[in-house]
Nanobody, 115 residues
Framework: QVQLVESGGGLVQAGGSLRLSCAAS????????MGWYRQAPGKQRELVAT???????NYADSVKGRFTISRDNAKNTVYLQVNSLEPEDTAVYYC?????????WGQGTQVTVSS
């Protein structure tokens, strides 16, 4: 079993920034896929950003140029830097780590952007 602990969410004004963190209880060194998703009220969960073991990143069109996903293998942590926040970014953000035998999800961290 792997525990994921998310942190960094909060209430910010439009244009503000946050850094979301997802700390894993097991090494992330060889993980081929780590991602951040978000779910807004009344909407389906959507993929926001992904990063591979080689450091290749991909982003949803709606966040390109504003969000940055990164990983720190020494700290077993994946980050999501969110800049230039918009009210439409308001959602619960979840990290997802794919280990060889199972997927794990964080508990979610709320990001609320006021206009």
């Amino acid at each position: 079993q792997v525990q994921l602990v998310e942190s960094g969410g909060g209430l910010v004004q439009a244009g503000g920034s946050l850094r979301l963190s997802c700390a894993a209880s097991r090494s992330i060194f060889n993980l081929k896929f780590m991602g951040w998703y978000r779910q807004a009220p009344g909407k389906q969960r959507e993929l926001v950003a992904t990063i591979t073991s080689g450091g290749t990143t991909n982003y949803a069109d709606s966040v390109k140029g504003r969000f940055t996903i990164s990983r720190d293998n020494a700290k077993n942590t994946v980050y999501l830097q969110v800049n230039s926040l918009e009210p439409e970014d308001t959602a619960v953000y979840y990290c997802n780590l794919r280990y060889p035998l199972a997927d794990y999800w964080g508990q979610g961290t709320q990001v609320t952007v006021s206009s």
